[in-house]
């Protein structure tokens, strides 16, 4: 017989305090979980810019924004409320003043490098570009390699 099992035997209320402890347990998880879909989406989540050519920039640099939660998406064409919500940064900061420029630098400081689709060379992002070479150049040393054995 289990530990556990012969515990609640001798002591059958420790099994209703255990169980109202898993409960608890689970209500102080889940409960942010939840509320987080549950809240109104920002005011520019899905409302346009009275200008258009501001919309038009906005639109332009949500086009180059990945959605955190989707990865595959930009914020333009996720229907994530996060990315409602950066949706609704952008669009913001835009009409504050801010070139999208400054709205993308905004973005990536607070969300990292991964939150855009045009990543900078620095100091962390130089092996996504010099990755890529250096495979090539493997794969031709190797079939260099192989087509030399053929012919040997």
Not at 141 to 151: E, N, T
């Amino acid at each position: 017989m289990s530990g556990f099992a012969s515990i609640v035997r001798r002591f059958p209320a420790l099994a209703g305090f255990a169980m109202l402890w898993a409960a608890l347990a689970l209500c102080v998880v889940g409960a942010p979980a939840a509320a987080q879909d549950s809240l109104p989406p920002a005011p520019y989540a899905y409302r346009q810019l009275d200008d258009p050519e501001l919309e038009a920039q906005a639109k332009a640099l949500m086009a180059t924004l990945r959605c955190l939660k989707c990865q595959s998406q930009s914020i333009d064409d996720s229907d994530a409320p996060m990315a409602g919500d950066m949706r609704h940064q952008v669009r913001t900061r835009l009409l504050a003043g801010d070139t999208p420029e400054e709205v993308r630098a905004w973005l990536v400081e607070r969300y990292g490098d991964y939150v855009s689709y045009k990543p900078e060379v620095k100091s962390t992002t130089w092996p996504l570009f010099v990755m890529p070479l250096l495979i090539v150049l493997l794969a031709l040393v190797i079939l260099r390699g192989r087509l030399k054995a053929r012919k040997a």
